[in-house]
């Protein structure tokens, strides 16, 4: 898992780690799922009622011939931290 910002990418940890370090505990208020294959609009209900899923992004990717699928989360009860890390890796 990885954080990604300004179209750079780090480890999960380093990046809640340098969030928590700069800003602070603070809310957690997105995260994404990226996937090239479609999840099914049941599994996306459940999660929508479990850890929050807003709406899925689908674009393509020419270079690698495949569409991407972005499933966008904003949790209600995460927050940036390293001890989120466990439960972001098990939504995930």
């Known amino acids: ?3 990604i910002a300004d179209d750079s990418s780090v480890n999960l940890s380093i990046g809640l780690f340098v969030g928590e370090v700069l800003v602070g505990e603070a809310p957690l208020t997105q995260f994404e799922l990226n996937s090239d294959i479609p999840i099914p609009k049941e599994v996306l209900y459940y999660l929508r009622d479990r850890i ?3 709406f899925t992004v689908i674009y393509p990717k020419p270079k690698q011939g495949v569409l991407r699928i972005e499933h966008r989360f904003w949790p209600k009860d995460l927050i ?3 001890s989120s890390k466990d439960e972001i890796e098990a939504r995930g």
Request: aromatic residues 12%.
């Open 80 to 82: 940036l931290s390293l």
């Open 1 to 3: 898992m990885q954080v």
């Open 52 to 54: 929050g899923w807003g």
